[in-house]
């Protein structure tokens, strides 16, 4: 495949492949690619019997296997020290699986083992999200991917986005749900549903979320309400939303924010619902 230029919109990991979105220059089509990807991480200890009772516990993982002992400069000092190194083989369950090994094994040294596995990808490869990029790929696998831009450039080409705006009245507790109003509006055209046959109405919603296919989503009160009221009933009707790109997306339905203090205010966020493929503000 020649190379081809345009905006990487986002990635993310995915069993063993980091998911790539991207939107060409000149083409209306998005692009879904991906890349194998298993990254390492290690641990540190200098007792052999302590690494030998970890590499038991790592056995009956699914997400690691074990590679072997290696030398890594370190970040703060220079130096050179000497760790073993683990392969991820399951980005989907590593973070589960490694704080389970890091209950167990606590007195163990971790390294590379926190870091979001898409903030890794970026830090590694110099991309992040909305870069202009040279790419190339072959059916569904990216085989390259050039960055065009700096994180610290201030002048250059806006990504061209499809923006859709979701407008809707709901209400949810943790014992029922109900719809009482949707509009789905991109540009000039606007669509509103009435919510008697919810069947209906989210296979409608559907099919213009496939047609229109916009890159973002924006909603007034989403995390908090109307986001997790679409995906409940949606949820209860066995009827997966296409809001995200990505297909089979399985989401625990949250209720609860959480609070903070921020400089001697007490901040409350609600919970987020980001989407997988496309961006929700």
């Given at each position: ?61 699914t997400a690691f296997v074990p590679v072997g002992k ?12 000497e760790l073993f190194e683990l392969k991820v083989v399951?980005l989907d369950r590593a973070y589960q699986e490694i ?183």
């Open positions: 495949m020649p190379e081809q230029t345009g905006w990487l919109f986002g990635y993310y990991p995915m069993g063993q492949e980091m998911v790539f979105w991207l939107i060409p220059d000149g083409g209306e089509d998005r692009l879904r690619l991906v890349s194998p990807y298993a990254p390492s991480c290690y641990v540190e200890t200098r007792d052999p019997k302590k690494l030998d009772r970890f590499l038991v516990s790592l056995s009956k993982t290696t030398e890594r400069k370190d970040f703060w000092t220079g130096k050179d020290r399951n704080n389970q090994l890091y209950r167990k094994h606590p007195d163990l040294s971790y390294y590379d083992c926190d870091i979001p596995f898409e903030q890794f990808f970026g830090y590694k490869h110099n991309l992040f999200p909305s870069v202009r990029c040279r790419f190339r790929y072959e059916g569904e696998n990216l085989l390259e991917c050039e960055p065009l831009e700096e994180t610290g450039d201030t002048n250059y080409p806006a990504m061209p986005l499809r923006v859709a705006q979701l407008h809707g009245e709901a209400y949810l507790d943790p014992r029922r749900a109900s719809l009482h109003y949707l509009a789905l509006q991109m540009g000039d055209a606007m669509i509103e549903w009435e919510t008697d046959d919810l069947s209906d109405l989210f296979h409608s919603l559907n099919a213009y979320l496939d047609d229109w296919d916009p890159d973002l989503i924006w909603t007034t009160g989403g995390d908090s309400l109307l986001m997790p009221c679409l995906f409940h009933l949606a949820g209860r009707l066995n009827i997966p939303l296409h809001l995200d790109r990505e297909l089979n997306i399985r989401r625990k339905i949250s209720l609860e924010g959480r609070s903070y203090v921020s400089y001697g205010r007490i901040v409350y966020r609600d919970p987020d619902y980001p989407l997988w493929g496309r961006w929700h503000i």
